[in-house]
């Protein structure tokens, strides 16, 4: 689907130069002089490089749309990760390129959703929020409360995260998966 130059948005997905980009960052320009312009920050969503374009009104761009599929994470072997289509049954096994840094959340049956295109993953899309055990934390000084103050934490995922300080070892937290950050005491 073609769309206007400047009505390209964060999220989008557009088919530029021979590949597939997702617009990080924009920013609308109105030099003094000559047309106005919008400032896109590219991201490529097969080897992850970026790329800064701008795109003027009366110029079109191929706006793509990418399927959303439910899947459940299986297993991990070695650097493989093997996920099963929740319709069909099917398996798929994508490496840890493919799947990127949230690789650190997965779970043994965990619902995700991938994004495809032409019938090949190109993400994954983890659930918003995790609940985790913390492994290893600091304990509390006394008198240490007076100003909201948090302290480091390590999850069973072997991530670090900032948490309250009447967050003990053993308790489990809810995490952001987003950016590994700290949400609640899971109930």
Same mark, same amino acid.
């Given at each position: 689907m073609k769309i206007d130059g400047n009505a390209v948005r964060p999220g989008n997905v557009i088919e530029h130069k021979g590949g597939l980009w997702r617009a990080v960052k924009? &920013?609308? =320009? &109105?030099? /003094? +002089? /000559? /047309?106005?312009?919008?400032?896109?920050e590219l991201k490529n969503l097969r080897d992850g490089s970026k790329l800064n374009e701008r795109f003027r009104s009366s110029e079109k761009v191929e706006k793509v749309r990418l399927e959303q599929r439910d899947y459940q994470f299986l297993f991990m072997d070695g650097d493989m990760f093997t996920f099963m289509d929740t319709?069909?049954?099917e398996q798929i096994a994508l490496t840890r390129a493919d799947v990127g840094e949230q690789s650190v959340f997965l779970r043994d049956g965990m619902d995700v959703q991938l994004e495809m295109y032409d019938g090949a993953?190109?993400? *994954?899309?983890?659930?918003e929020q995790v609940e985790l055990t913390v492994t290893e934390t600091e304990p509390v000084v +006394? /008198?240490?409360t007076a100003s909201s103050s948090y302290k480091p934490a390590r999850m069973e995922n072997g991530v670090r995260v900032m948490v309250p300080p009447f967050v003990n070892e053993g308790d489990r937290i809810? *995490?952001? =998966?987003?950016?590994?950050?700290?949400? +609640?005491?899971?109930?």
């Open positions: 924009i &920013q609308h =320009t &109105q030099p /003094g +002089k /000559g /047309g106005a312009y919008l400032q896109v319709e069909s049954y993953p190109l993400g *994954v899309h983890l659930p +006394k /008198g240490q809810i *995490v952001a =998966t987003e950016d590994s950050s700290y949400v +609640k005491r899971a109930d």
